[in-house]
């Protein structure tokens, strides 16, 4: 449900107008140096309203450690992390409780959980709790540094926004979205580079399929691609497949994105994720008053993305980060004590 992973293994809980949102993780390995300042890059790529297209709500995003740290090294027991939300507006979502918003889990939540769910915000849905996740990547990523390697550099896990609205340049395809006034999607690239051979466990845990499974966790992922993805579904056998040229597996195309077989090869992993036009738009849209039962006109109030697909590269790196840790805690390439 709202867990992930068997070794390293995470649970996020909160609503976007709640007290606060936050995250408990456990089997991280004792003595990992961690603090606030470890947390404040990653916390800051992920924050609105600072860059143009983002929601203005402005959180401060300072972690506060519950549990799991002492004299600034993890003590090994559950790490739990709480963010306050201090800068909320809940009556603009009281207001328009009568009207599902579409796009939006407003609808299904109702159902599913009898309108006892928080509404407010997306409650436990919003986008919001993505700050949890980027805080699991903070740690996940500092652990993959601790992975011993027979290569001169460490793992590295990085993304960037290859297209906005369908356009590579970025601020061109935002401007669509700003002219009609309006929202947009776009694509992002994850790419991880020294990840060691032989992580994954086939049939159901390949390694493309803990992936692909945290990635949908982010809210408005719609579609995620490994290597050529969708374009080799166009190509004959001998041009998709990668032909190994020595004994580390290291291969002359990278067609496969790093993974043949549910297991990694020792290439570049390479995936690529669809970002929905965020839900929340200006533009005036139909949906029904579920108190009145009659169609009605409809247009979303608050502060909100144009494009959350700008916020969502630091978030792809940290469920990515995530997923490889557990993976290799699995291969027991990770110490359960920290020098």
Same mark, same amino acid.
């Given at each position: 449900? /709202?867990?992930?992973?068997?070794?390293?293994?995470?649970?996020?809980?909160?609503?976007?107008h709640?007290? &606060?949102?936050?995250?408990?993780?456990?089997?991280?390995?004792?003595?990992?140096?961690?603090?606030?300042?470890?947390?404040?890059?990653?916390?800051? +790529?992920?924050?609105?309203?600072?860059?143009?297209?983002?929601?203005?709500?402005?959180?401060?995003?300072?972690?506060?450690?519950?549990?799991?740290?002492?004299? /600034?090294?993890?003590t090994?027991?559950?790490?739990t992390?709480?963010?306050?939300?201090? /800068?909320?507006?809940? @009556?603009?979502?009281?207001?328009?409780?009568? $009207?599902?918003r579409?796009?939006?889990?407003?609808?299904?939540?109702?159902?599913?959980?009898?309108?006892?769910?928080?509404? +407010?915000?997306?409650?436990?849905?919003?986008? %919001?709790?993505?700050?949890?996740?980027?805080?699991?990547?903070?740690?996940? !990523?500092?652990?993959?540094?601790?992975?011993?390697?027979?290569? =001169?550099?460490?793992?590295? $896990?990085?993304?960037?926004?290859?297209?906005?609205?369908?356009? /590579?340049?970025?601020? !061109? =395809?935002?401007?669509?979205?700003?002219?009609?006034?309006?929202?947009?999607?776009?694509?992002?690239?994850?790419?991880?580079?020294n990840?060691?051979?032989?992580?994954?466990?086939?049939?159901?845990?390949?390694?493309? &399929?803990?992936?692909?499974?945290? #990635?949908?966790?982010?809210?408005? #992922?719609?579609?995620?691609?490994? *290597?050529? *993805?969708?374009?080799?579904?166009?190509?004959?056998?001998?041009?998709?497949?990668?032909?190994?040229?020595?004994?580390?597996? !290291? @291969?002359?195309?990278?067609?496969?994105?790093?993974?043949?077989?549910?297991? @990694?090869n020792?290439?570049?992993?390479?995936? %690529?994720?669809?970002?929905?036009? @965020?839900?929340?738009?200006?533009?005036?849209?139909?949906?029904?008053?579920?108190?009145?039962?009659?169609?009605?006109?409809?247009?979303?109030?608050?502060?909100?993305?144009l494009?959350?697909?700008? %916020?969502?590269?630091?978030?792809?790196?940290?469920?990515?980060?995530?997923?490889? $840790?557990?993976?290799?805690?699995?291969?027991?390439?990770?110490?359960?004590?920290?020098?």
């Amino acid at each position: 449900m /709202n867990s992930f992973g068997r070794i390293f293994r995470v649970n996020v809980f909160g609503e976007s107008h709640g007290e &606060s949102v936050g995250v408990c993780i456990d089997g991280i390995p004792a003595g990992l140096a961690l603090t606030t300042d470890d947390f404040l890059e990653d916390i800051e +790529r992920r924050k609105g309203g600072t860059q143009k297209g983002t929601t203005p709500r402005q959180e401060s995003d300072l972690p506060i450690f519950k549990s799991g740290i002492f004299n /600034n090294k993890t003590t090994g027991a559950p790490l739990t992390i709480l963010f306050e939300n201090n /800068n909320t507006r809940s @009556t603009d979502y009281e207001k328009q409780r009568a $009207v599902p918003r579409p796009g939006h889990a407003d609808f299904v939540a109702s159902k599913k959980f009898g309108g006892f769910e928080d509404y +407010r915000g997306g409650g436990h849905f919003s986008g %919001r709790l993505t700050v949890c996740l980027v805080a699991i990547g903070v740690v996940a !990523k500092k652990l993959l540094a601790h992975v011993p390697l027979s290569f =001169g550099e460490g793992l590295g $896990v990085r993304s960037q926004i290859l297209e906005i609205g369908g356009e /590579n340049d970025l601020e !061109k =395809g935002l401007q669509k979205a700003i002219d009609a006034k309006d929202s947009i999607g776009g694509i992002i690239e994850c790419r991880v580079n020294n990840l060691p051979l032989g992580l994954g466990e086939p049939f159901f845990d390949s390694a493309e &399929s803990l992936l692909a499974h945290a #990635v949908f966790a982010i809210p408005a #992922v719609k579609g995620v691609e490994f *290597g050529a *993805g969708f374009a080799a579904a166009k190509m004959f056998g001998s041009q998709h497949n990668d032909a190994i040229e020595d004994a580390t597996g !290291k @291969t002359r195309t990278n067609h496969a994105g790093g993974i043949v077989g549910g297991i @990694t090869n020792g290439n570049e992993l390479v995936f %690529r994720i669809a970002i929905k036009p @965020t839900s929340s738009t200006p533009k005036e849209q139909q949906t029904l008053n579920w108190e009145t039962n009659q169609i009605e006109s409809f247009s979303v109030k608050g502060r909100h993305d144009l494009c959350i697909a700008l %916020r969502v590269p630091v978030v792809l790196e940290a469920v990515t980060a995530m997923v490889l $840790v557990d993976l290799l805690m699995l291969e027991q390439r990770i110490p359960r004590i920290l020098p």
